[in-house]
């Protein structure tokens, strides 16, 4: 595992990579308030036929926040994931994208189809989308909040206490929630406090709707692996879900028993999922 840094344009990205470089790339995304230690078990598995590129996105890990005044979107993490490739000088590759980065992965590979050899994700297809039925409110919530950039962070007395603190928020286990926390602290006076930017956390002013949603993803075309674990959470509803998948035209859906981090939980089985799917 070798660290990475990243310029783009406006800002500097990090992330983790592992086998050769002359292997053929692929591209991992990680999940909301995740990080590319996200992938520190599944990535290991891959290493000896891909060059393993898990990317920090915006605001997470170790890379660069987004300026004050500005706000977190998919589409600009879409646009700060191609600009990446770019520096990176990958013309084609593969592309793996987990929670929040299934969603950004499923835009790069709209955006930029010719550069997608295959997509594969884990517990999400396209980003989050708007019904209609919480517009108003969400959009009205999200414009009341002020900037807490002067709110105190949270300080943690230890690493394990971070653990902790994000298994039972997350409800995934502490012990394999460290590969994340460890990468997402920073050493504060009195302990450890998160690294990742707090606006993170705030509500989303305007989302996609559906039907928007519905239409990217008709124009997904690379071959498309979709992983889903069993049961699913209540934010990815089969109907819902179903209704996502019957627009793309070349998509296998499997079902894996186990919570929404399953390339942590069973990284031997998803391993071999990739392999198959990529």
């Keep these: 595992m070798r660290e990475l840094r990243i310029g783009i344009p406006g800002l500097e990205l990090s992330g983790l990579t592992w086998g050769e470089p002359d292997a053929p790339p692929l591209l991992l995304i990680h999940g909301w308030l995740d990080n590319a230690a996200s992938f520190a078990l599944l990535a290991p598995l891959l290493a000896e036929r891909f060059h393993v590129i898990a990317l920090d996105l915006p605001g997470h890990g170790h890379s660069d926040h987004l300026p004050a005044g500005t706000i977190y ?6 646009r700060a994931v191609l600009a990446a490739v770019d520096s990176l000088a990958l013309p084609r ?11 950004v992965a499923t835009m790069v590979a709209i955006a930029a189809p010719e550069r997608i050899r295959a997509l594969a994700l884990i517990e999400g297809l396209g980003p989050l989308g708007d019904d209609g039925s919480r517009t108003l409110d969400r959009f009205r919530d999200a414009l009341a909040i002020k900037d807490e950039g002067s709110r105190p962070l949270r300080v943690f007395p230890s690493i394990d206490d971070a653990s902790r603190a994000r298994a039972l928020a997350s409800g995934l286990d502490s012990a394999l929630a460290r590969h994340i926390v460890e990468r997402g602290l920073r050493a504060v006076d009195g302990g450890y406090s998160w690294r990742s930017d707090p606006r993170l956390s705030k509500p989303t002013a305007i989302r996609l709707a559906e039907t928007q949603v519905m239409s990217l993803l008709l124009g997904l075309a690379a071959p498309t692996s979709l992983l889903l674990a069993r049961p699913h959470p209540p934010y990815l509803e089969p109907e819902a879900l179903q209704v996502r998948i019957d627009c793309v035209d070349e998509i296998a859906v499997e079902h894996m028993d186990g919570g929404h981090h399953l390339h942590l939980e069973h990284p031997g089985a998803v391993a071999d999922w990739l392999h198959k799917a990529l």
């Design 73 to 78: 979107q998919h589409v600009d993490y879409t």
């Design 93 to 103: 590759f593969h592309l793996l994208g987990h929670s929040l980065g299934a969603g």
